[in-house]
């Protein structure tokens, strides 16, 4: 074993480093670790856009510029799982905020021109979410 014929000291000192970034980069991976997957596809024209997901445990976001009045279309396929759904603008506003959404369709009308973020978790879910302008 050449690598380990050094000092005693310094080997030691690289098997302290090695432990320590071992420990720490199970601890910051186990953070931000998304269970499941989910996939968000936008059309051509910006005016739809799916999300699917399965077995997904994480949150997401998707922003869209509306204006004044704009009403948005969400179709809600519910499989398994929780979904929670808020819909707020940049400025403050928040037209819609929904927990354990089960399947159906329902429509959003904002009150103001502003960039919204559509915010989604899922906690084991699976599903799919389809937003019409």
């Known amino acids: 074993m050449l690598f380990w014929r050094g000092n005693a000291r310094i080997r030691k000192k690289a098997i302290t480093f090695l432990s320590l970034f071992t420990v720490v980069f199970m601890a910051l991976s186990g953070c931000s670790a ?3 997957s989910i996939v968000i596809l936008e059309n051509q024209k910006g005016t739809e ?3 699917d997901f399965k077995e997904w445990s994480s949150k ?3 922003t869209v510029y509306l204006n004044n009045g704009d009403v ?3 179709e809600v ?3 398994e799982g929780e979904i929670a759904l808020m819909v707020s603008g940049q400025k403050g506003s928040e037209p819609y905020t929904g927990n354990n959404l089960k399947s159906g369709i329902f429509t959003v009308t904002v009150s103001e021109s ?3 973020d559509i915010k989604i978790t899922g906690k ?3 599903g799919k ?3 019409k302008k």
């Open 34 to 36: 998304t269970k499941g």
């Open 77 to 79: 396929t519910h499989e």
């Open 72 to 74: 948005m279309q969400f």
């Open 60 to 62: 997401e976001k998707c």
């Open 114 to 116: 502003d960039n919204y």
């Open 129 to 131: 979410i389809t937003v």
């Open 49 to 51: 856009f799916t999300i």
């Open 124 to 126: 084991d879910a699976t």
